[in-house]
């Protein structure tokens, strides 16, 4: 069964951190672009990172020198490492696949979100 989990996420003060794991099943990741998204209440959904297949990342501008995503291949999981987070960053975060980080499918496979609330 294909399958992608997300967890990691939590309750954190402003400026600490958290790092999510997205755990894949049924497939392997490295044959995938993997996207970490975010969607807060009220707001559209945002990119916030991705790693392309050939291991170049991508951040957007609001958490660039913050966040950094990695993959563990021994795993088939890939992790977003969240420093100096912000109220702001509070979202449910999703990790998704697709053939490129444009996700040009839209995201073949998505997981379940897991809720980050970043409290002042």
């Known amino acids: 069964e294909v399958q992608l989990q997300a967890s990691g996420g939590g309750l954190v003060q402003t400026g600490g951190s958290l790092r999510l794991s997205c755990a894949a099943s049924g497939f392997t990741l490295d044959d995938y672009a993997v996207g970490w998204f975010r969607q807060a209440p009220g707001r559209e959904r945002e990119r916030v990172s991705c790693s392309t297949i050939d291991g170049r990342t991508v951040y957007a501008d609001s958490v660039a020198g913050r966040f950094t995503i990695s993959g563990d291949s021994a795993e088939n999981s890939v992790h977003l490492l969240m420093n100096s987070l912000k109220s702001d960053d509070t979202a449910v975060y999703y990790c998704?696949?697709?053939?490129?980080?444009?996700?040009?499918?839209?995201?073949?496979?998505w997981g379940k979100g897991t809720q980050v609330t970043v409290s002042s």
């Open positions: 998704a696949v697709d053939y490129s980080c444009g996700f040009p499918k839209e995201g073949l496979y």
